[in-house]
């Protein structure tokens, strides 16, 4: 029997400016969770570790690695939790040379040669990776895991992926028992209104390509769902466990209305007592009145749609276009009030496309849903994004330093917008706020009915004052980590300028093989790279 310890980076300087601090969503999350439970179906030991509400103190994780003595230390990470990722390989190879290490989630999922290439990391699983830390504790040869690049010496090697999986139902239950329960009560109010709250995925991945978007680098385009009865246990569990709330992940639960609409049918029959929301976005091409109300009767309580722009051109611009109309959103938010459903919604500057007039476009579009909260991002683009590769080409990415690539900082320091200088951005972001919620005296008698109805009044006074804070306060900007390793990292071998090297997208129609839609290029130095190959074109 083997023991895996698990990680989830602090999240401190990520969200820790007076910018990011309102909006600070602590939970457990999922990849851990799946992952610990492959690790104990097989008989090991796991120790989850969340830093995602404290600091990053290397003494701290070094005096838990030697207490907890583990065999693979794993650690999951989104872009700006990057350079802490590469720290805690050369951590824990200074406790222990031994010890496997090994990384997977969006960053190394987008970059996995280049993240290995910075870090002193063992192995990195490119896309899906549930049982990659049980393959590894069972003592399964890093050649013979699919879809693993890996260290031989001071070679790193590459496997040939092995497809998504096709049924969702042969996940293990994710172990959320083992989860630090103090992550549970953490979560701000504005996100979940009871506690304790944990994630959930009932599908996975998504069949749209919005150019800002990098699901598809870990779940792969397409999707796949598990079975109404699979969802309706997992809640089941969750609700013996003592868990009130779930937050579903899924990049958009209601892809599938008929099967949604069955998942919801399994929940009212089997009288789940459960609150969850759609807090990841759904498309607002996706509503449908009936599925609504089933979803309120099942327990759902509030629904967020990606709007992401309030014109047309620019929807298209970015990639989603198509059936997501402007019009189509003001239907589906009304749709999801007559059902009972609290209709929140996902907006952009930024994106591809934007101009000063289509950026106010956005502004006035958010006035006219009648939504109970608006969230507004300045676009950043995120490695193994299709606009991080646009932009890369076009000489406009500033930096590879993945601290700079924050969540609601210094996105000038990342890139230049191929129309619009950073001060308008900024300009219309503090905008978007201002008109969309205080400029708009609709908006605030529909939000006082709201809190009064609720009986929310301390936590909203209390968020609309952080949130005047954030957007008219001093700007803190991020803080300085304290890396252990920082002089030791190895130097990215990634120029701005370099030749991007081109990573397959999983494909799951039909869960076939990456194989199919891969080129192979053996390198006289033995590394074998893969590249994508067009669709339509043979293999
Ligand atoms: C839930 C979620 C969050 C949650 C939890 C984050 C988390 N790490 O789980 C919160 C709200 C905190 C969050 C925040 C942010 N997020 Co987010 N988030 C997601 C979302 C919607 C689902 C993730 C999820 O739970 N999937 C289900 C689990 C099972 O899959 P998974 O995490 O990918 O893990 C699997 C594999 O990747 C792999 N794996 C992952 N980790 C590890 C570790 C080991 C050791 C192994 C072996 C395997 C492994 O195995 C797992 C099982 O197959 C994804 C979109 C998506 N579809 O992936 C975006 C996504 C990951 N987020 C993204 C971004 C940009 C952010 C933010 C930067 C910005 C923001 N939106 O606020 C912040 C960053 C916060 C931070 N400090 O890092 C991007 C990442 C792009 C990138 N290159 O980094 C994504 C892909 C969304 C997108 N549209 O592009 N996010
Ligand atoms: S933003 Fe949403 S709809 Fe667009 S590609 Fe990503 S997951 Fe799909």
């Known amino acids: 029997m083997g023991k895996a310890l698990v990680i989830n980076p602090s999240y401190f300087r990520t969200y820790g400016s007076n910018e990011g601090g309102i909006a600070f969503p602590v939970y457990p999350i999922l990849s851990l969770s799946a992952i610990a439970g492959a690790v104990k179906a097989r008989g090991h030991e796991v120790k989850i570790v969340d830093l995602s509400y404290r600091r990053y103190e290397p003494d701290h994780i070094r005096q838990l690695i030697l207490e907890e003595k583990p065999d693979l230390v794993g650690v999951t ?21 031994d010890i496997i290490t090994v990384a997977g989630g969006a960053h190394p999922s987008a970059l996995p040669f280049e993240t290995m290439q910075q870090s002193a990391l063992d192995a990195i699983v490119c896309g899906e990776g549930d049982f990659v830390a049980a393959d590894l504790l069972d003592g399964k040869s890093m050649s ?26 042969d996940l293990p239950i994710p172990a959320w028992e083992d989860y630090p329960v103090e992550c549970n009560e953490r979560v701000t109010k504005i996100i979940a209104r009871h506690r304790p709250v944990t994630t959930i995925e009932f599908s ?14 870990t779940m792969g385009l397409g999707y796949r769902k598990k079975s109404p009865e699979r969802c309706a246990d997992e809640v089941e569990l969750l609700q013996r466990l003592g868990y009130r709330e779930l937050v579903l992940v899924d990049d958009i639960f209601t892809s599938d209305n008929n099967w949604a609409a069955q998942v919801c049918e399994e929940f009212i029959r089997r009288d789940l007592d459960m609150a969850w929301t759609c807090t990841n976005g759904i498309r607002v091409d996706s509503a449908n009145p009936e599925l609504f109300s089933l979803m309120k009767r099942a327990g759902c309580y509030r629904v967020y749609f990606g709007f992401e722009s309030g014109n047309d051109q620019v929807l298209q611009a970015f990639g989603k276009g198509g059936k997501a109309t402007l019009e189509k959103g003001i239907t589906a938010v009304e749709m999801a009030r007559e059902a009972g459903l609290e209709p929140n919604g996902f907006f952009m500057v930024g994106l591809t ?9 956005t502004i006035d579009y958010a006035k006219k849903v009648r939504l109970e909260t608006m969230k507004c991002g300045m676009t950043t683009p995120f490695p193994g994004t299709p606009s991080f590769n646009a932009l890369r080409e076009q000489g406009r990415i500033k930096t590879l330093d993945w601290d700079q690539y924050t969540v609601y900082n210094s996105a000038e320091n990342i890139y230049d917008h191929p129309n619009l200088d950073w001060a308008t951005i900024k300009k219309y972001f503090k905008k978007f706020y201002a008109e969309a919620y ?14 009064l109805k609720n009986n929310e009044i301390f936590w909203n006074a209390y968020y609309t ?9 001093k700007e803190k900007g991020p803080q300085e980590e304290q890396y252990a390793f920082e002089e030791k990292w190895r130097p990215l071998d990634l120029k701005l300028d370099a030749e991007l090297r081109d990573y397959p997208v999983p494909q799951a ?22 590249s994508a190959v067009p669709e339509g074109a043979s293999s």
Do not use: H
């Open 353 to 361: 496309g934007d101009t000063e007039e289509t950026m106010q476009d």
């Open 509 to 530: 129609k039909g869960a076939a093989s990456r194989k199919s839609v891969l080129k192979e290029d053996k390198k006289p130095d033995g590394r074998t790279i893969y």
């Open 438 to 451: 205080f400029g708009n005296p609709a908006y605030m008698f529909r939000r006082l009915k709201f809190v």
């Open 204 to 217: 996975r991945g998504c069949v749209f390509k919005c150019d800002f978007c990098g699901s598809k680098n």
């Open 77 to 97: 990470a989104t872009t700006p939790l990057a350079n802490q990722m590469r720290d805690l390989s050369y951590l824990v190879k200074d406790i222990s040379e």
């Open 144 to 169: 013979d895991i699919a879809g693993l690049y890996w260290r031989d010496g001071e070679e790193i090697r590459v496997n040939q992926p092995g497809g998504l999986m096709s049924n969702l139902d």
């Open 465 to 473: 004052v952080k949130f005047l804070v954030m957007l008219w306060g």
